[in-house]
């Protein structure tokens, strides 16, 4: 590897922040999206809006800074996973001043704070399996300042027995890997647009995960409706084809009826498109 001056290894730092929070943005004004926050409203949500997700995504730019910033050309060790732990725990409360105490973006920061501090030890470089090798390894590893009391989140994964955001990362993000980088590459070369090959890659990530956010909201009626709903977005062609649009349009309904959100899916989707942009122009995820 290249070593890099330390004002480019600052640049490149500075980087992946910017992309981090331009993800953030990105998946927030995604549309349509179904329950969650988008261009068009508020979707399932009483508390959230989209000038708040985007005020929330630019609060975490100096997290996500300070992250690669620590974690730059450094190894997986303990005494590194417990100042990503912090780093991401002092970006959470950066992100609930900026909203007045509204949960806007927890999961992200798990996710795209690993993934952020990942690329950063590759020295913002390599495909897209090793960064997220990379990240599992980190996330895999003990930090003795994480909290003790239980988030919705784990509730959820306790009461359901399912597998969740601690899981995902520690498996190196298998409905990104396995379905939504997949699924967004096939999506572009069939000729959607880059919104409908973003959404396609949103419904392949709700076919199979169990996402804690619906089923804290709505149960396992409203898990199996939202993957049985993006199943069939994808059956019709995806988001590009009127059969895929209708069937979006219905799952849509069916998930604001049970007033249930993919929260962990749309967390999923920033931290897909941040892989995507920080392997481009190659593409060479495998």
Known sequence: MKLLSPTQSEAQASQLATIARDCLIDEARLSPKPGLVDSRGNGAH???TLALMERSAHSLEPAFLALA?????RPADIALRET????G???EQQMMAATGGVNTHRGAIWALGLLVSAAAMLGGT???AQLT???AALASLPDSGAPKQFSKGLKATHRYRVPGAREEAQQAFPHIMKLALPQLMASRAVGASESE?????????????SDTCVLSRAGMTGLNA???GARAVLLAGGCHTAEGAQALARLDRRMLALNASPGGAADLLAATLFIDRVCSPEHSYF
């Open 46 to 48: 009483q508390d959230l």
């Open 69 to 73: 910033r620590h974690s730059w050309l």
């Open 84 to 87: 990503v732990g912090r780093l």
């Open 89 to 91: 725990r002092d970006g």
């Open 126 to 128: 390599g495909r897209a």
């Open 133 to 135: 090798r990379t990240a």
């Open 197 to 209: 090959a973003r959404l396609d890659a949103l419904m392949a990530i709700m076919t199979s995960l």
């Open 226 to 228: 939202m993957q049985q």
